[in-house]
């Protein structure tokens, strides 16, 4: 009898360190995490390089149906022949939050020139909805707001994953400016001044062809 119980006791062991082992093997890894786009600390705007090498936007971003927070749609060619500025945010985005009121102010000083203001937020439609629309209501962005696509932000972020991003574009369809990244006190400054250089040289080619 003495001899039966350690042999009861080492099978138990064995047993136990077996189940234990195998409870280690069949252990699922966690899931990948998705990328996400970076948000920037508050500093000077970077300047960009133009996009995808090109001084123009692709017809492919021109004319790509965008869909609109109020659910129309439009197309950023809709607006040839206008000044252009495209802002890529979103609602989670901390630096894009503080640059908005900035950002109105500029928008509200061209309200009667000819200068088209479009915000396009990376998120997901289909899980941000809600949020996204609480977020516009809270800053009262009054750009023309839709959201961006998987290709299409890929496209205009130009390899660049952060936000906020912002494109000016000229009434000729060239790209005038392209930086990532907000600074109190200068990015509506710097969205100020390049406006006014893209309408001046609209004005200047007008004059030319008299």
């Not at 119980?5 to 064995?14: E, G, I, N, R």
């Not at 996009?51 to 749609?73: M, Q, W």
């Not at 961006?148 to 912002?166: F, K």
Request: glycine share 6%; charged share 25%; net charge positive.
């Amino acid at each position: 009898m003495r001899k039966v119980f350690p042999l009861f006791l080492l099978a138990l062991f064995v047993a136990t360190d077996v189940v234990a082992q195998s409870g280690r093997r069949i252990t699922n890894p966690p899931p990948p995490r998705e990328p996400v786009i970076e948000t920037p600390t508050e500093s000077a705007p970077e300047r960009l390089s133009p996009i995808a090498g090109l001084s123009t936007l692709p017809d492919n971003v021109l004319n790509h149906e965008l869909k609109a927070l109020d659910n129309s749609s439009f197309r950023i060619s809709d607006f040839a022949g206008k000044v252009v500025v495209v802002n890529l945010w979103a609602s989670w985005c901390g630096p894009c939050r503080a640059e908005i009121p900035d950002y109105e102010k500029v928008r509200k000083e061209f309200a009667d020139r000819p200068v088209e203001f479009i915000g396009l937020t990376t998120e997901d439609p289909r899980t941000s909805s809600e949020r996204v629309r609480q977020f516009v209501r809270d800053v009262r962005f009054g750009f023309r707001l839709g959201w961006a696509d998987r290709e299409t932000a890929r496209t205009l972020m130009n390899g660049h994953s952060v936000i906020p991003q912002t494109i000016v574009i000229a009434s000729d369809g060239r790209i005038v400016n392209h930086w990532n990244g907000y600074s109190r006190g200068q990015s509506g400054t710097r969205l100020r001044d390049t406006i006014n250089h893209a309408l001046s040289e609209t004005a200047a080619s007008t004059q030319k062809l008299r």
